[in-house]
Each structure stands twice: as C-alpha cells, then as structure tokens.
C-alpha cells in the first residue's frame, strides 16, 4: 500500500474513532445518573486532560477540571438519586473533525434540552471545541471546552397533545 494511502486511511480511521468517542460522550451525559458507568465516561478523556467552560455564563457556571480523576469526580456529582436530570438530550450539529498525525480536533454546536429534578425546563446552545489525542492506542479527549451561544427557561418538553398526521382524525 503506498504511504499516502495509509495516510488517508489513518486519516478516516481516526476521524471515525474521534466522532465515536463524542458521541459515546453525549450518550452517557443523555443519561447521567447513579447508574452511569463512571470508569467509561471517565476513561473516554486523557489521563491530563481539561475540562472546562468558556465565556462568563460557562466559565462560572461550570468551571475547570485538569486531569482524568477531577474530570470524574466532576462528573460523580451529577450522579444523583433522584437524578439531577428527569431528561437530558444533546444534539450535535455544524461537525468539523481535522485530524494531524496523533492529534485531533473538533468542533461542533450542540443543543442541549433539559428538565431538571425540580421539574424546570432549559434549552442550551453551545459551540464544543475539543482536541483529542490518542492514548493507549485509543483516541480520547485532551481538552474539552464548551461556550454558551444562548440558554432559557422553557415549558415542559414532552406533551400527550394530539400530534397531527396529514389523513389521520383527530382524537379528542
């Protein structure tokens, strides 16, 4: 195989493995609570890695955690009963992934809808910016940063209202 075959295939290889490593991240965040398996959300960051929330509202709200142990025990916190989430969604969108030779970046914005254990609603928007890095053989994130684009209070997200369907009565 010539050298810049491997170099593409590296390439879409680890491109593949570094949006699998975020998606199993938002999958696990979707449903934090007591049961979360913790070892795995932790084990998906670098044994120094960074956490952290930028700008005023995330800088504040979240703060920053350095090294795979605070980043865990960061996340422990959320793992609650009741759960500090009734629900959680993240939606990921505008997904940019550049991939340098063992190194990784990647950027996205993502939706967050949440309800809360006291029963509030929030809509979240943020842009993620993340450099990964392998480790072990594995790709996993070195520097996670998350940047509000907006948030607000909202009603309750799911509803039993009648959904309507083109050919279908409505049921009262």
Known sequence: MSRSL?????????ERAVRACMNRYMVLCDALDAGTPLDELAGLF???AIWEGKGAKYAKSFGGYRGREAIRAMFAGYMTEPAHFALNVHFLCSELIRVEGEEASG???MLQTSTFASGASHLNAARLTVR?????GVWRMAHFQTENLFGRPVEAWNSDAHLPV???????
């Not at 083109?166 to 009262?172: A, N, S």
């Open 107 to 109: 950027s996205w914005v």
């Open 166 to 172: 083109p050919g279908k009565k409505q049921q009262t």
């Open 6 to 14: 491997e170099v593409r295939l590296h390439q879409l290889e680890s």
């Open 132 to 136: 990964f890095r392998e480790e072990q």
């Open 46 to 48: 670098t044994h120094d």
